[in-house]
DNA sequence: AGACGGGACTTGACCGGTACAGAAAACTGG
DNA sequence: CCAGTTTTCTGTACCGGTCAAGTCCCGTCT
């Protein structure tokens, strides 16, 4: 059997082939009567409907918007808030009739996903900006939304306040009275542990807004936080790098982790090494992913809304894309989503051995 | 500034249309020097490539696959080991240059992502067979392969062997001298807590699968499980019933648990309830996911691999779209990969207050 | 010198639809 | 009954490429 096209339809039913496509994308434009009966010869030859690439040819418009992930998704994946963070997106894309496409790195020699597959428009999560990929979505012209990204002139950004959230965080322990604190971030792999100029290791806008707004409420306070960076993974790199803090001879009395998982695998140093939290140590995570409140204690971290954040990046997206090309700049969303410090049970006041006293 | 196509950049070199086609897509068609002139032409004029939709109609590939995940994505991302499959599957199809599209069920009346979304094949995991979406692809006669999904004629499959993992965790529970043993696993929702006949609640070909491994090893040593169904959210529901479980006057001294989430769930359940692992109560669970190294006592589990069963997958989708349409049963590819016990720390003999004692 | 072979480019058809302007038929209303 | 609308359907021109089959030209072998 030959391949059914809306020809082989209007042949059949003895119309036009415009009929036949109208029945399908434009009940108004025809006759129920008519519809039915153009309807029912597709059913019968079994036909799926206008095919999908025909249409976005014809139409310009494909109905999947691209996402492009940490360069790798293995990484990506691995993080419980990334993959939040895409399933939300996912889940708002539906809502408008959008599929969600994975941009996977070019592997293969000769097939650039962000340059080969047709796409409506683009997200792109935390990528550096020196990304391939994003020159080749920019070089398309493509509607593009960039989350936790550096902002750039003329494009939509839907960015999340970590430099607040982190002060905030920094802040609660300096309130709680801690003056020994150390961090322990993400960062590129090249050095791990405690490194002496953290800046020149962070990867993401995220890891850098972050460690910004721990160090504005330190350093005001005249503390000078122990840093260490690991690179993003959470499991393994992140034990090591809070144990290594944890054996300080001057061992901080709190520590400010860069994600949820992070501090979590802190915690499982601290308890290898017999530390109580948050007697001993307290710790803060970041996100309020579900490790947060699945883990004990339950973790102190700051709060940032996936779902508003997706749904924020893909309001943005769609809007871009119903307005056509051409409107570049000016009106481009720039979105900053609230953080918020939720107290959990993982940080209380150092006790106080070494530290000075408090004056009566 | 129109649209620059083939046309514009022909017109501007002085070629024939084809003749920069080529300088895309087929190099050896035409000299290093024009190609090099196209090329530059191209260039100037900001010209990115063939457009993919173009392309996609006239070579009927569009470099992407769809994925099908259960019915509501929220709870696919929720669990851990659908994602890494997830990522391990896009990772696979990277290396063949495909990009990857998440088929969210559909939500606006009219767009049907399985149904209206290009696509080169389809890769469909752990849906209802009944599902619409699955419906749609078949009807679009689309190289589809099934992960984890109960065999239909001529369908490509790509299973794990859960049935047999299973059963090796339950003898291995039966050899460590086990008599009371209970099953968590995942249900449909309806009826949650102790139930009389789980499998009237099954929802996935794993789990059926899952439970009929189980009961094949305890039926055979005499032991009948007492089963707990809870619906598919690891954190609460598991949480909840294992502790009904826990909370029997005939205490099991073991559980087998539907996946490694639900057996943390039960360790944390037991840890509330002042039990020791594996000294009171012994637990199993399933997959070999991260969280399984991740939990104290380190679990016992089944491994699978999902990084082999993605790559079974895709190859097999490769296959089927290399080979092209027409060929539909018979040759349909069916891999059934092995499952391999893990013994840890979460499994011990039962202390023996009330068991029968050992002969001496 | 003439036939042959192959590299470099061109031609025309087709992929399977959709947009838009019109034509024919049916429906108003004065 | 005829002009003025609607409704319903049809033609034609793309959308932006790729494919397969030429055409042309030039070097080479005999």
Redesign the interface.
């Known amino acids: 059997m030959d391949k059914v096209t809306l020809k082989t339809i209007a042949d059949r039913v003895g119309v036009s082939r415009m009929t036949v496509s109208n029945a399908f994308a434009r009940p108004d434009q025809l006759s129920d009567a008519m519809r039915e009966r153009v309807l029912a010869v597709a059913d019968e030859l079994?036909y799926?409907?206008p095919?999908?690439?025909?249409?976005?040819?014809a139409r310009?418009a494909?109905?999947?918007v691209?996402v492009l992930l940490t360069d790798s998704?293995?990484i990506?994946?691995?993080d419980v808030f990334a993959?939040?963070f895409?399933?939300a997106v996912?889940?708002a894309?539906?809502?408008?009739?959008?599929?969600?496409?994975?941009?996977?790195?070019?592997?293969?020699a000769?097939?650039i996903?962000s340059?080969?597959?047709?796409?409506d428009g683009a997200i792109v999560y935390a990528c550096g900006p020196l990304s391939e990929d994003v020159g080749?979505l920019k070089?398309?012209?493509l509607p593009a939304v960039f989350v936790d990204q550096q902002p750039v002139a003329g494009g939509a950004h839907a960015n999340v306040d970590d430099h607040g959230g982190a002060r905030a965080a920094a802040q609660h322990l300096l309130d709680l009275g801690h003056r020994r604190i150390a961090i322990l971030t993400v960062g590129s792999g090249v050095l791990t542990g405690v490194v002496a100029d953290p800046w020149g290791q962070t990867i993401t806008y995220s890891a850098e807004q972050r460690l910004a707004g721990w160090f504005e409420a330190l350093s005001a306070a005249g503390v000078v936080p122990t840093v260490a960076v690991e690179p993003f993974r959470p499991?393994q790199a992140a034990y090591d790098g809070a144990r290594q803090l944890l054996e300080l001879t001057d061992r901080p009395t709190a520590l400010l982790c860069y994600s949820d998982a992070f501090a979590a695998s802190a915690m499982?140093a601290a308890a290898e090494l017999g530390l109580r939290v948050p007697d001993d140590v307290s710790v803060v995570g970041y996100d309020d992913s579900?490790v947060a409140v699945?883990v004990r204690p339950t973790l102190t971290t700051v709060r940032q809304d996936v779902n508003a954040k997706a749904r924020a990046a893909v309001h943005a997206l769609t809007s871009l894309i119903a307005a056509g090309p051409g409107v570049s700049s000016g009106n481009a969303e720039h979105v900053l989503l609230p953080t918020q410090l939720i107290v959990r049970d993982s940080t209380a006041p150092p006790k106080a051995p070494r530290v000075a006293r408090r004056n009566p």
């Open positions: 079994g799926t409907g095919d999908p690439a025909a249409r976005a040819l310009g494909t109905g999947a691209g998704l293995g990506a994946f691995a993959t939040a895409l399933a996912a889940d894309l539906a809502d408008h009739g959008l599929a969600l496409t994975l941009l996977t790195p070019p592997r293969t000769g097939v996903p340059r080969d597959v047709a796409l080749w070089r398309r012209r499991d499982r579900a699945a």
